[in-house]
């Protein structure tokens, strides 16, 4: 029967993991048939399959405890976390393409945001960073140097007094 849920599309795995957990109730095992909701959940957004949800939302109410609620809400909490990370991403790329087959239209050829990066520096002629007036070293040289003209008391010990 595992065979069957891994074949099918979403939609009716769903479906079908439904009325597996029924049956599995129907002949007293519980726990298999919470395990099958749990793994039919991950195949079950919140906002678009409600059906699902409010089955084993009154399953775990008529025969869990408070802790498997709470599982089952936790398990709910990261599925809908995740169709809402897919969701958004999806939604990202679907923009992202929109945006750039327009910007490539109106250029005529299609570009990488690499290559639009070069054609910029290339108009501008300008360098892409500012040089400091002096570097680091330099700077720490300088004070360094400045320090030892201005200790005139410093004593100074050899290797050879250790």
């Not at 079950?44 to 409600?50: F, L």
């Not at 991403?89 to 005529?108: D, S």
């Not at 008391?153 to 250790?162: A, K, T």
Request: aromatic share 6%; net charge negative; glycine share 4%.
């Amino acid at each position: 029967m595992l065979t069957i849920l891994l074949v099918l599309p979403d939609r009716q795995t769903a479906e079908m993991c439904l009325r597996f957990a029924a049956l599995e109730r129907k002949l007293g095992e519980i726990d298999r048939a919470r395990a099958i909701y749990a793994h039919a959940s991950q195949f079950c957004d919140p906002r678009i399959n409600p059906q699902f949800w409010s089955e084993w939302n009154t399953f775990e109410i008529e025969t869990g405890s408070e802790d498997t609620f709470r599982e089952m809400l936790r398990i709910k909490r990261s599925v809908q976390a995740q169709f809402n990370t897919e969701a958004s991403y999806l939604a990202a790329q679907t923009m992202a393409a929109r945006q750039g087959t327009g910007k490539a239209e109106e250029a005529g050829t299609e570009e990488d945001a690499m290559a639009a990066a070069e054609k910029q520096a290339e108009r501008d002629k300008g360098p892409a960073f500012v040089a400091a007036k002096k570097t680091a070293l330099q700077q720490g040289e300088l004070a360094s140097s400045t320090m030892m003209q201005d200790n005139v008391d410093e004593i100074h010990i050899s290797d050879e007094d250790l």
